[in-house]
């Protein structure tokens, strides 16, 4: 049966943005009701992308989309490729002229150094040339804090304190925990007044917290 398409609601994009980085992707699709297929979709069409401890983890890969795609068409031990030993084929007819050479990239091809924003508005940085995005692109944000502070640590984020995704000032960044983003978000839906309040009683706590670890 086929599944119904389930539009997400900003709620939902939120958490998707929050969770995305650090959570296996069938997890996601059971969270909020949705197929694999639907959840990447709707990740890359935000410009979300696996956090560097992620990849790293033993989700990653395969475990990290949850699933077996491919295993029926896969190579089983023992069994040999239908060109075991031949050499050297060449293409046919004018496939030939198409073909990539040793060296050749496609013309979408960026330089390390390139500079792109996201769909989301973010600004990345083409920091390696592995053809894989996800390692290739880092956020600008995360290269400027890492630069001061060091490597950010899990279950953390840098965000920008006046919102403006494009503003990279280390002044303008601050690094959080994914449970305050998500507290953060989910109050733009309360009137101005209200998400005042929220926000002057976060940062009152915050000081709170620090004053103590500094008695400590």
Known sequence: MKRKCKFWTPEEEEQLRTLYPD???KDLAKRFGRTLGQVYRKANKMGLNKSEVYLASPHACRLRRGDHIGAKTQFTKGQKPWNAGMTGLKPKGRSAETTFKTGNKPHTWKPIGTER????????????????????????????????HGPIPKGCTVVFKNGNKQDVRIENLEMISRQELMRRNTIHRYPPALKEVIRL????????????????
């Open 117 to 148: 924003i996201t769909d989301d508005g973010y600004l990345q940085r083409k920091v390696s040339d592995t053809g894989y995005p996800p390692r290739d692109w880092v956020g600008v944000h995360v290269l400027v804090w890492q630069e001061h």
């Open 201 to 216: 009683a976060g940062k009152l706590k915050r000081t709170i917290e620090d004053a103590h670890e500094k008695q400590d």
């Open 23 to 25: 959570t296996p992707t």
